[in-house]
Structure formats: C-alpha cells, structure tokens
C-alpha cells in the first residue's frame, strides 16, 4: 500500500468545511503507455517511477464529498472499497484530514494527514482483476 502527498495548488488556514474528490483510477500493465484526459490532473503522477511497471490507466469513477469540521463522510466505491473521510481541521496552511480506506471488513489504510488546499492524496496498490487500483483524493477549504 503506498500513500503520496502532491503539490498543491491554492491554500487556506481557517476552515468548517471541505469539499472533496475521490478518483478510482486503475492502473494495468497492458496498454499504449498514453493517459486518458479525464486523468490529465495526474498525469505527471502517472509518469513518475513509481507507476513504470503499468502501461494504461483509465479512470473508473469519481465521487464527491463535503465534509463539516469533525464529521466524516464516506463514498462506496464500484470497486467494493469504502472510503471515509474526516476533516479535523488546519494547521497554518494545511488541511488536516483523517482517512479509512476499506475492502469490506478489512482496513487497508487508517490514517490522519495533512495537506494543501487541492493537494492531492493518493491512496493505492489495491489488487484489482485487471492490475491495481489507486484512489487520488483532492481536497478544497
């Protein structure tokens, strides 16, 4: 399972509410190397080493979320997974979140963590039939 932080875009301190994106992006090891535009927020994510070893990738779903300071929300996935996610608050510029992704019963990350204003966390290297898929969630307070 690994987890990346990526630059941001915009940033605020003082926050009561967020409203986030959660991406389900498969990644397979068959294909003509080129990203799909619906993943151009990614691509230069998609490039790096870290996913050399897949050849496509498509998008499989995209879900919202607004979040209030201290509750959490959730998206169930197509994929089976379960996502949940919190906003505790700021620190200077940075959102602070908490996360549980799941697979039915089984967490696969449980996790506090923070980040710019439209950062993007990235959440993956769930087996997946046709490779593994990553979840990029983006935030905006």
């Known amino acids: 399972m690994a987890m990346i932080t990526l630059d941001p875009v915009e ?20 294909g003509d190397g080129t990203i799909p535009a619906d993943l151009d927020f990614l691509a230069a994510q998609l490039r790096d080493d ?5 050849k496509s990738f498509r998008l499989l779903e995209t879900k ?17 997974h379960n996502l ?20 039915g019963e089984k967490v ?7 980040i710019e204003s439209n950062g993007i966390l990235l959440i ?12 990029a969630i983006r935030c905006r307070g």
């Open 11 to 30: 940033a605020r301190a003082e926050i009561t509410s967020a409203t986030c994106e959660v991406h389900a992006v498969l990644a397979m090891k068959s």
């Open 50 to 54: 870290q996913f050399a070893a897949f």
């Open 64 to 80: 919202s979320l607004k979040l209030k300071l201290g509750e959490t929300e959730g998206a169930t996935m197509k994929t089976g």
């Open 84 to 103: 949940k996610l919190r906003l505790l608050g700021a620190e200077a510029s940075k959102l602070q979140f908490h996360a549980v992704l799941a697979s």
């Open 108 to 114: 696969l990350v449980d996790t506090d963590y923070k």
């Open 124 to 135: 993956g290297g769930v087996r997946h039939p046709d490779g593994k898929v990553f979840f």
